[in-house]
């Protein structure tokens, strides 16, 4: 069992620049691999990156590539977030995600939310045009 508080969220103006943050509590973070979704109103929840057990191994979909990166800290459990050239389409709820995987998945990184054993609350993002 893992316990994930994400921070940071707020509103910023476009073109602008936030970094999110995610602690974890509970089992040793370095087994888990972890991912950032968000949702926005009448969507479906969506990856916006992933990282591997290591941090060596990252994913980024078309819409988020060269904007956003995502980085871990494994002897401080946290996950980070930072998203630049905001636009008003990042705006969304952003939840960071974990699940536990053996070190022989060292490289694997979940895309998907049904690939996710524990989520945090969520933080709120809000780009204004």
């Known amino acids: 069992q893992v316990l994930l508080v994400e921070s940071g969220g707020g509103l910023v103006q476009a073109g602008g620049s936030l970094r999110l943050s995610c602690i974890a509590s509970?089992?040793?973070?370095?087994?888990?691999?972890m991912g950032w979704f968000r949702q926005a109103p009448g969507k479906e929840r969506e990856s916006v990156a992933a990282?591997?057990?290591?941090?060596?191994?990252?994913y980024y979909p078309d819409s988020v590539k060269g904007r956003f990166t995502i980085s871990r800290e494994n002897a401080k459990s946290k996950v980070y977030l930072q998203m630049n050239s905001l636009k008003p389409e990042d705006t969304a709820v952003y939840y960071c995600?974990?699940?536990?995987?053996?070190?022989?998945?060292?490289?694997?990184?979940?895309?998907?939310?049904?690939?996710?054993?524990?989520w945090g609350q969520g933080t709120q993002v809000t780009v204004s045009s």
């Open positions: 509970g089992r040793t973070f370095s087994t888990y691999v």
């Open positions: 995600a974990a699940v536990e995987r053996a070190i022989r998945w060292r490289n694997w990184v979940g895309t998907t939310p049904d690939e996710y054993d524990y």
């Open positions: 990282v591997s057990l290591s941090g060596s191994n990252t």
